[in-house]
């Protein structure tokens, strides 16, 4: 299926027409991998580099990838109608800096090619998996569309959730929801009374929220002793990539995660739509700040833990020097 520079890659269905995860070890620079699919579907090949890319599988369809996994730049995918629309988009995009420009790309693809799957796809990335969605655009790409996309399930479960979504805000509160921690014993915000908790949602597959978690070390230490704790619930689907993300990181607070990806649970009912995302709560499971970092967050931490920064000590001159320099 594929041919590349280097030598291990991961698949796994990008929804729930295929949800395999599989390591593929690629020999000589090459690899093949076999999707048993009965329609067109998409795959996600996550690279060494973190760099991952969607392919689409039909039944009797060969597709090859070809490039660098080492290099910047997006790997070329051919074979069947999906993914040449896919690559023609990576080609018009590829060189342009400006995400607020290939969005606005995106938006016209959609609209120019309305019975094509990769326009699913490039919804999903563009305009719901993004920290703030905008709800009313998402509608009306959907309108868009044919009617055969309007029926594919993930579509279908869309439009469900844009019509019964009612969006995190603060002080809203987080209700009690159970997932399994690393040592496979369930856990849940009932188990931090009267503490101050960051609910961090990462994967060990996106480095931009594995980053995230790193920075919140020196947060958890400075405010060990202030009622404040953090709770990391993974989006992962394979087990041994995720505990060994965690020995790597060196994070040591309490980690969860059901392996069911996207469909866990709490992922679902928070309606969690991108990585990182990060939920702060008060010691009454309210919400106080969502998808804030860095200083923002310490900043926010020392307001409700009241711990003050140190005032700069400054040395006072004794009296009677002060009346000597008179």
Not at 122 to 127: D, G, I, Q, S
Not at 166 to 194: A, Q
Not at 240 to 245: C, E, H, V
Request: glycine share 4%.
């Amino acid at each position: 299926m594929g041919r590349m520079a280097h030598d291990t890659l991961y698949i796994y269905g990008a929804d729930a027409l295929y949800e395999h995860f599989d390591t593929i070890v690629a020999t000589n620079g090459a690899f093949r991998y076999t999707a048993t699919v009965d329609t067109v579907t998409p795959l996600w090949v996550l690279f060494p580099n973190m760099h991952r890319e969607m392919v689409f599988a039909d039944k009797g369809l060969t597709t090859t990838l070809q490039g660098d996994t080492a290099a910047v730049g997006y790997i070329h995918i051919l074979g069947g109608e999906q993914n040449a629309l896919l690559d023609q988009f990576h080609q018009l995009t590829d060189t342009i800096e400006d995400s607020h420009r290939v969005t606005q790309l995106a938006d016209s693809f959609i609209r120019a090619n309305p019975y094509s799957e990769v326009s699913i796809h490039l919804l999903r990335e563009f305009f719901v998996h993004q920290p703030y969605p905008n709800h009313t655009k998402i509608k009306t790409l959907i309108a868009s569309m044919s009617g055969n996309l309007q029926d594919n399930n993930y579509i279908r479960l869309l439009r469900q959730e844009l019509n019964s979504y009612k969006p995190l805000g603060k002080n809203n509160v987080v209700s009690n929801y159970n997932v399994r921690d690393s040592k496979g014993k369930n856990v849940s915000t009932s188990d931090y009374k009267d503490t101050y908790l960051l609910i961090a949602f990462w994967a060990s597959w996106d480095e931009e929220s594995r980053q995230r978690q790193r920075e919140l070390i020196a947060l958890k230490e400075k405010y060990k002793d202030h009622n404040f704790d953090i709770l990391s619930i993974s989006l992962d689907t394979d087990r041994t990539a995720w505990l060994q993300a965690i020995s790597e990181d060196s994070v040591t607070w309490r980690q969860a995660c059901d392996l069911d990806g996207w469909k866990t649970g709490i992922v679902q009912r928070m309606q969690i739509t991108h990585l990182p995302t990060h939920i702060l709560l008060n010691s009454s499971r309210r919400i106080q700040a969502i998808d804030i970092y860095g200083e923002d967050m310490d900043k926010k931490v020392g307001e409700l833990t009241k711990l003050k920064e140190p005032e700069k000590k400054t040395k006072k001159t004794p009296d009677n020097i002060r009346q000597f320099k008179k």
